[in-house]
């Protein structure tokens, strides 16, 4: 194997790691739901997994410091890859369903492709089109059934989770050259400065019961503590560096459908033949966009 395709062989590896940990880090989030509101939750797992990796970055030996001129790149990446993703998506769970939000959240693949032909001249291919309706057929059957109208009292939540899709879109294509920060330092960051505005705006606007977190919940909070807002932040770095934005933003098609079919494998949820539809049809988008 060439060190390209050994490169390559990494970057899937790390893309499949991010999509299995988001993806089930929904359920996770059901589950905190129950005790915390949206962005406090998120928020206060994303602070406090940012302490870890800078814990972790001082014991590899990694320097926390940030270079002379990268904080302009620094703030803008961890609001794209962080707080629009991570607060914005949450947030919207107050106006619309889990399903809903999934549903408009992973159009991301989208805007993707569009953001990258646009700002880099990376023009899509034909074979890229097609696993992107692929996917997206299969979120869609997935969703579309249970999905309900998107009403007028649904916008703000509707706006939340597109903003979340464009703008973590947009992170993908313009934060693929990382800073010259070491991977450990540079996601505890990245990682901290997008989710520490969750909790003071959670403070204000959703007044959380901080002592009301029950034994599930606490659960749910340390998974996303430790997968979803650390590990994952750290494999997905590593994936953008290795594979082209459109072909990892398509990928995470696969988040949704882990999340909703791990809900119905621990929570008793729906599962039938319109699932395996959409589970072959996402997979397949999925396997297209991985090829050479």
């Known amino acids: 194997m060439s060190s390209a395709e050994s490169d390559r062989a990494v970057g899937v590896a790390a893309l499949l790691v991010t999509a299995l940990g988001w993806g089930l880090g929904w359920l996770a989030m059901k589950v905190v739901l129950q005790s915390w509101p949206p962005l406090f939750g998120r928020g206060l797992a994303g602070v ?3 302490m870890l990796l800078a ?3 001082l014991v590899r030996g990694e320097h ?3 270079p002379r001129g990268a904080w302009a790149r620094l703030g803008m990446a961890a609001f794209t890859n962080v707080f629009a993703w991570m607060g914005f998506s949450a947030l919207c769970l107050r106006w619309i369903t889990v399903g809903e939000a999934a549903l408009l959240v992973y159009s991301m693949p989208i ?3 569009l953001f990258a032909w646009a700002l880099i001249g990376s023009r899509p291919t034909v074979r890229g089109f097609v696993a992107l309706a692929l996917g997206l057929s299969g979120i869609g059957v997935l969703l579309g059934a249970g999905g309900g109208a998107l009403s007028v009292e649904k916008l703000p939540g ?3 989770a597109l903003a979340a899709a464009m703008l973590f879109a947009l992170g993908a294509v313009l934060n693929r050259a990382a800073l010259a920060m070491p991977p450990f330092a540079l996601t505890a960051w990245q990682v901290g400065l997008g989710c520490l505005p969750m909790v003071g705006l959670s403070l204000v606007l959703e ?6 977190l029950s034994a599930a919940s606490a659960v749910g909070f340390a998974y996303m503590t430790l997968i979803p807002m650390a590990a994952c932040y750290l494999s997905w770095f590593a994936a953008l560096r290795r594979l082209s934005p459109v072909a990892a933003s398509t990928c995470m098609l696969l988040v949704p459908l882990i999340g909703i079919l791990s809900a119905a494998l621990l929570l008793g949820e729906p599962l039938g033949a319109r699932e395996m539809v959409s589970m072959a049809l996402t997979l397949g988008g999925v396997v297209l966009a991985l090829r050479k």
Do not use: C, E, K, R
């Not at 007044?207 to 009301?212: M, R």
């Open 158 to 160: 509707i706006g939340f």
């Open 48 to 50: 406090m997994a940012a």
């Open 64 to 66: 926390l410091t940030v």
């Open 207 to 212: 007044q959380p019961a901080v002592t009301s």
């Open 55 to 57: 814990t972790l970055a």
């Open 111 to 113: 805007w993707a492709t």
